[in-house]
């Protein structure tokens, strides 16, 4: 039996403008999916039921790549979340990154020793073909990587290049540089309190409806390389240790996604009722649905304006571990 765990994400900056290669930066969160792997005698199953592939294509896709093509016995998969399902947290990022390291474990690789940009790529490809070919290697390099990870289409002076991420999508090749950003020690007195409205957030939707904007109105494309300027100076904020900086760039960021059409009511009331007690607060990942974070000195007080404006909390540090195998 092998147990391997991957953290979910928040972005902190630049979603919907890394689609348009501009960087984006995400941070690994303390809350964790937990994978364990067992021989079975009955067949594939996951958490003691049949395994369905229509419900689980990134599983299936995983598992056709590293498992099955080579011969695979039939394992029994059990997932354990501690994310909020269906809200933009990488939970699905999580659960490849988990059960690419457990397969790994199985067949012989040591738990120190687990290649993880060969994880991110195998759990990117798994994500990119169960979601039709869009999707950014943003959640499954910060799940693997954890800490701070940014990607943008090119190398940036911000944060430190780790590799290379490319991807054939209709006949064309995408590339994207992986990076991970410097998190110093005095972050630690910042926490983030995460808020969920309850909606999922409706990603392929939201990215269609900023694809259509730009293209009615290509102009518009001045306030996506506003939102990676943002970033930019965001990221270099984060590894300086800038708190106040960090939340300014927060907000400019909501402002701009606020501009896009992407964020709703829920989503700018838990916002508004988060920054009296933080130095920054943003809808996370595609919007329309899904998460807001804060950045807060006051994580209690935060989460509990939070919850006052509808939404269910989670307080997490910046930067959790990434993938690793729990049972040694
Ligand atoms: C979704 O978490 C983030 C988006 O930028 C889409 C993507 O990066 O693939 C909206």
Known sequence: MVISSAPGKCI?????????????????????IHITLEKSESGWLIDGMQFDKQRHPHLDAMLKRMWTGDGGQPLSIR??????????????????????????????????????????????????EAQGGRASPIDTSTSTLG???????????????????????????????????DLPESLTE???????????GP???MVAKVANLLANHPERMEEIERIGNVTRAGTTALSLGNLQAVGIAMNECHRLLQGLGVSDADLDRMVDAALPSSLGAKLTGAGGGGCMIALTTEPRRTAEAIELAGGRTMVSQLGAPGVRIENE
Request: charged content about 20%; aromatic content about 6%.
């Open 79 to 128: 997932v354990e979340s501690e994310l909020f399902g269906a809200a933009g947290l990488g939970s699905s990022a999580a659960i490849c990154s988990a059960v690419a390291a457990g397969l790994l474990h199985i067949r012989g690789t040591p738990a120190d020793e687990l290649p993880l940009s060969g994880i991110a790529t195998t759990a990117h490809i798994a994500e990119a």
């Open 147 to 181: 800490g701070a990870v940014l990607v943008s289409d090119k190398k940036e002076s911000q944060a430190h290049w780790k590799y290379t991420r490319d991807l054939r999508i209709d006949g064309q090749r995408r590339t994207w540089e992986v990076h991970s950003v």
């Open 12 to 32: 902190l900056f630049g979603e919907h403008a890394v689609v348009y290669g501009q960087p984006a930066v995400a941070v690994a969160i303390d809350a964790r």
């Open 203 to 205: 990603t392929a939707q």
């Open 190 to 200: 910042a926490s983030l309190v995460i808020g969920f409205s309850g909606r999922p």
